[in-house]
């Protein structure tokens, strides 16, 4: 699979995972059960750390990408 593949999917699932904690949020704020809040608190900073680590990961496979390209280029 190439590298620019490899970071759409990446950046897919960043999409997704930022979404889907923006719905947390709305939920804790609505929230008035503590327990049930502390619960959403600590899901959505999961879900953060699994959000920062696509992101970096679709950064580092866009920039293999390009330095492929750039290689392939330079060698034709």
Known sequence: M???VWAKEY??????LREYILNLKQQKKQC???????????????LYN???ECKH???M??????REE???SVSE
Request: aromatic content about 10%; glycine content about 0%; some cysteine.
């Open 11 to 16: 950046e897919r699932q960043t999409a997704c």
């Open 32 to 46: 008035r059960i503590v327990k049930k809040s502390e619960e959403l608190a600590e899901r959505i900073s999961s």
């Open 2 to 4: 190439k590298y620019d």
């Open 57 to 59: 990961t679709a950064t």
């Open 70 to 72: 750039y290689y392939e």
């Open 61 to 66: 496979l866009r920039q293999r990408a390009e």
């Open 50 to 52: 699994m959000y920062l």
